[in-house]
């Protein structure tokens, strides 16, 4: 059980850092109004891809 909590929290933290990462290197494309639009489009995206988990 303890495996597959730690399995998950790896997970959650390297789509953190990716995220974190993206942000920093695209940021500067951007302007800065619209950076909530980026990231609800990429929030929903991503809870589309765990409907199936």
Sequence with gaps: ML???MGALRSSLRKVEQACYAFQ???SEYPKEMYHTII???QSRHNE???SE
């Design 3 to 5: 495996q597959k909590k």
């Design 25 to 27: 290197i695209r940021g």
């Design 40 to 42: 609800r489009q990429h």
């Design 49 to 51: 891809g765990n409907d």
